[in-house]
């Protein structure tokens, strides 16, 4: 019993030490003094060309990001309960959008079922939005936003393994 304490206390400060580093290193996006202004780094610039393939990027990830808000949103409004459990997540991807120079809120989906089957639906969908992340982080032309991106994709992990082993969505 002892042992399951110590691991599940490690991993809360892992997700601690996740979060307390997106908002410590991860949510810079100025270019760093050696990439030029419009390479991409900076996401929301007026000076990103439409077809640049970072802003292209980070559109998509914007959509997944408000879509995880608006589920999340969705199953607080559904299931007064689950508030608190999914509340975590919440905050997680409205600062993730914040970050990314978005408005960090979205309007709650509709969903609807009982609380197991939208606690798996949470689980599959930030499962999936885990690896879309990583799989943005590699695709990432900007070192910055590659490691922002990389970042927020081991905070949802990490967030996955704190839920795992609390027992909440």
Known sequence: ???HLA??????GI??????GLTATGCELD??????????ATPGSEDDAPDDPDSQLVRRVVDD????LALAGGIARAHRPLAAAVAPWRE?????????EEDGRARPQ??????????????REETALQRRLAEAAVSARS????????TMSAAVAQQLAADAAGGSP
């Not at 997700?15 to 307390?20: A, D, E, M, P, S």
């Not at 070192?143 to 990389?150: D, K, T, Y």
């Open 65 to 68: 990001l408000t879509s995880a």
């Open 110 to 123: 509709r969903v609807a079922g009982p609380p197991p089957a939208l606690r798996d639906r949470l689980r």
């Open 143 to 150: 070192g910055a936003l590659a490691s922002l991106l990389a």
């Open 15 to 20: 997700l601690g030490g996740v979060l307390v």
């Open 1 to 3: 019993m002892t042992r």
């Open 7 to 12: 691991a599940r206390a490690s991993r809360r």
């Open 92 to 100: 997680l991807h409205a600062a993730h959008l914040e970050a990314l």
């Open 31 to 40: 270019p760093p003094r050696d990439e030029p202004a419009g390479s991409g």
